[in-house]
């Protein structure tokens, strides 16, 4: 249930970083969840737990959500404070063995380890004190969003994503987590003994439901982006069957419910389409490239992906970027040394986008001190994925604050 989820699916044989860190996640939850339906996890597995989410978030920080559920999760269900240091030490040290050495240099070229994110903390002096987020996708009413976006997704709507997708996991969780959430705490008060937070199945489910539900709501207020959720949608199907443990009396009830729920979901799911190319003989297929003396590449355009051509250009040439996430001007201090860099190059220097220049990019230059020549310096080359444009751009009088 968990490896046919839309989103996990969407995101085989691409570049997307979510599907290569979630087994972190995975292997956190399955150490931390033993076998013996008797025991709960010991120092050794909470650091181990720690260790793996920790190594998620220094590979894509954004993987702090699961680390912040998890942490909450154990809080919840009464984990002594010395294991809790565990948990905390592994996760300090995974952040620093996957991240310590990229953080490093940040820190040294910036002053900010995780440039340009949560710059109002560390302050760069390359980087205005904000804390650079992407806004795009996070709802306005967290409440509204977290019971409305499961339905959304089971119709084939998609706010959290720039492409539609299906999902009924969600919702199917929607439906039956709460009631099995209900059903589990009535049986405590009554004095259960099957329902006590030590006992091996009610411990499983409350971990997995607390993550889940603090992971998912702590998604949501900082993000939105569906690709983000990815672990949580392979675990979906996990607490879905646990949900109808905590609901149904026997063992042939449970396996005949949850084979036709998860069969439904199979069936229902719909990923969205990144594209794909064939298989060739190399990733990028560079045709036509343009050779020569050491060039500056001044890229512009709007948010498209071109950073992947440049290790397959000359490695004499030289990249500056002006526009994407983060645009520069020449007053910023980013901008001031992408300025330095055009001012002090020698050789030639050209454009590079994947449309033809437009006003603003063009505008843009000019701020910068460059003009692009005629249209017939213009030349143009091709990836397996996109078509360059590179046009020969001159130098302005002078740039302006020069």
Known sequence: ??????????????????????????????????????????????????????????????????????????????????????????????????????????????????????????????????????????????????????????????????????????????????????ATAVRRVRGDPGAGLTTGPVYRFWLLAVFFTVSYLIWLRAFGIQRYLLPLELTAGVLLLSSLDRLLRTRRELVVVFTLLASFSILWSRPADWGRVPYGRDWV??????????????????????????????????????????????DSPLGGRAQVAITSHAGPIRSLSVHPLSPDDRGRLGRFGLAPADESSCVAFRTRMDRFIACKLTRTAAPPGA
């Open 285 to 330: 297929g560079l045709v036509n490239a343009p050779r020569g003396a050491s060039t500056l590449y001044v890229m512009v355009g709007g948010g498209e992906p071109m950073g992947y051509v440049v290790p397959w250009l000359p490695r004499l040439d030289r990249f500056v970027r002006l526009t994407g996430n983060t645009p520069l001007e020449p």
């Open 1 to 182: 249930m968990g490896l046919t989820g839309p989103v996990f699916v969407s995101q085989i044989g691409t570049t997307f970083a979510e599907y290569l860190c979630s087994p972190f996640v995975l292997g956190a939850l399955i150490l931390l969840i033993p076998a013996d339906a008797g025991a709960r996890p010991g120092a050794h597995a909470l650091a181990l737990a720690g260790l793996l989410l920790g190594a998620a978030a220094g590979l894509k920080p954004v993987n702090l959500v699961y680390s912040l559920g998890m942490g909450v999760a154990l809080a919840a269900l009464r984990v002594r404070l010395r294991l809790l240091a565990w948990y905390l030490a592994g996760l300090a040290c995974g952040v620093l063995v996957s991240g310590g050495y990229w953080g490093a240099h940040l820190w040294s070229a910036s002053g900010n380890p995780t440039f340009p994110y949560w710059n109002a903390v560390f302050r760069s002096p390359l980087w205005t004190p904000t804390n650079f987020t992407d806004l795009r996708f996070v709802p306005q009413s967290v409440v509204h969003a977290a019971v409305t976006y499961p339905m959304a997704w089971f119709v084939e709507l998609h706010p959290t994503s720039e492409l539609p997708f299906r999902d009924p996991r969600f919702a199917l969780l929607a439906a039956f987590l709460p009631v099995a959430g209900i």
